[in-house]
């Protein structure tokens, strides 16, 4: 049930409907309103799955044998390999405590802050403990500047910026066949190199009746770095630690 200022204790779920046209699938949730007329909000269960080189983001809860701090377990799985290429077990706030990211091959690349208090550079360094990747925050701009767009910037390990990765609303960015932006990208100066999005889950979450259906439109996504040309702008390990900083840095209730 989605609720908002104003009428939060007299509105009530009335039913759910679902329906399908073509390849997407859609749900209608009809509230009653505290002035007492219905209200139907029809929301997007899937979108069509993107021909373009996919990293899914999928998570996970799953405390056995984990360390204190334990969060949940996040992976990237590559959609054209069809296997997990990078696994983190979460503990603490990713922008605040050093992570651990282990590959396919069980390469253990390391991510930590560049300090303990209001961090500003995260490092990605490889098994061999050699600097790949730089993740900067722009936390100052943004709170000086409301409008400003860029939400990280990516480094190398010689510290020379890369890409960006930026919100898109208001931006005009060119139509990519196969591909449906997301809200943020990867983008180096004004080119595009990849959308940060949601792609349908192949096996959504089962239940018979309305909660049923209300869960599968909850859980029936996940998050993906689709990419616009044929190969990844990031390793599976730095795309992971991207999302990982990303998440944190755009959870509002992190905060909390």
């Not at 899937?46 to 080189?53: G, I």
Request: positive net charge.
């Amino acid at each position: 049930m989605w609720l908002t200022p104003g009428n939060l204790t007299r509105t009530a779920l009335v039913g759910i409907h679902m329906g399908q046209e073509g390849e997407r699938k859609w749900i209608v949730v009809r509230t009653h309103m505290l002035h007492g007329t219905l209200k139907d909000e029809r929301h997007q269960m899937n979108q069509p799955v993107s021909d373009k080189p996919a990293l899914r983001i999928r998570d996970r809860y799953d405390s056995t044998g984990r360390a204190n701090g334990y969060e949940r377990t996040y992976e990237i799985f590559d959609e054209q390999l069809q296997c997990v290429t990078a696994r983190c077990d979460l503990i603490g706030k990713a922008a605040l405590k050093a992570q651990e990211i282990v590959t396919q091959e069980g390469q253990r690349w390391r991510l930590v802050p560049n300090r303990k208090i209001m961090p500003s550079l995260w490092l990605l360094s490889d098994p061999q403990g050699k600097l790949q990747w730089q993740f900067r925050h722009k936390m100052w701009g943004k709170m000086i500047n409301l409008l400003h767009k860029t939400l990280m910037a990516v480094l190398d390990g010689e510290s020379r910026e890369q890409m960006q990765l930026v919100d898109l609303h208001g931006a005009k960015l060119p139509v990519v066949l196969g591909l449906e932006w997301g809200k943020y990208a990867l983008v180096k100066g004004d080119q595009p190199l990849a959308t940060l999005t949601s792609l349908p889950r192949k096996e959504p979450p089962k239940g018979k009746g309305l909660m049923g259906a209300f869960r599968r439109f909850l859980n029936s996504s996940d998050k993906a770095l689709v990419s616009v040309t044929a190969t990844h702008p990031l390793p599976a390990p730095a795309a992971l630690a991207l999302y990982l900083l990303y998440k944190e840095f755009t959870d509002v209730s992190a905060s909390g």
